[in-house]
């Protein structure tokens, strides 16, 4: 299918981004969002990717996943626009729609949702604060679950170099919930 898809991409087939978008649009919005830390640069982002791609679909070489090949330019995308100036200069953000929804909903819950939902947010946050180059790989192991070897492909980096990112940021990760107040229950 996924094949398909790209032959039709390739003959300019708007369908074929279509489903494209549909198969893959919540990855790239959810790797930018976690990377930008900011919902609507990661949408923008999000939508230049899939414009990008189907404009240069012949550039694909078939070497990796078609998915790894968006997240790459993702990945891109978010590094050209944390470089801005003017991404230094933001002093706040909005709350989206869907935060707003979450925030309504948490009003009948249980205590047990509700933690669940503060542990949520409080790794989301943890994430991103963390140095860009252990966010990376982070958010690529864990929310996308790609392997070392495909993460290495995505950020063109050797698979050691990605093993040690993510060791390391694993040790930050933990460090910095500890110093939160989180503790480890497998620990115990």
Same mark, same amino acid.
């Given at each position: ?19 494209? =978008? ?50 790459? !330019? ?6 050209? #626009? !944390? ?16 935060? !707003? #929804? ?27 604060? =963390? ?17 070392? #070897? ?39």
């Amino acid at each position: 299918m996924e094949q398909q898809a790209i032959e039709r991409l390739k003959s300019g087939d708007g369908s074929a981004l279509k489903w494209l =978008m549909k198969q893959y649009g919540n990855d790239i919005l959810r790797t930018a969002a976690l990377l930008l830390k900011d919902h609507h640069l990661a949408e923008d982002v999000s939508q230049e990717v899939f414009i990008t791609a189907f404009q240069k679909i012949n550039q694909y070489r078939g070497d990796g996943s078609l998915r790894g090949w968006l997240l790459q !330019m993702t990945i891109n995308r978010c590094r050209s #626009k !944390m470089r801005l100036v003017s991404w230094k200069r933001l002093l706040f953000r909005e709350t989206t729609g869907e935060e !707003m #929804k979450v925030h309504s909903h948490m009003i009948n819950s249980t205590d047990a949702e509700i933690e669940r939902w503060a542990l949520s947010l409080s790794l989301r946050e943890t994430i991103e604060a =963390m140095p860009l180059k252990y966010r990376e790989v982070i958010v690529l192991y864990y929310y996308q679950e790609l392997t070392s #070897k495909e993460i290495a492909q995505v950020l063109g980096e050797s698979e050691n170099t990605i093993k040690s990112k993510l060791l390391r940021g694993r040790r930050l990760l933990r460090h910095q919930l500890e110093e939160g107040g989180w503790q480890d229950e497998t620990r115990a």
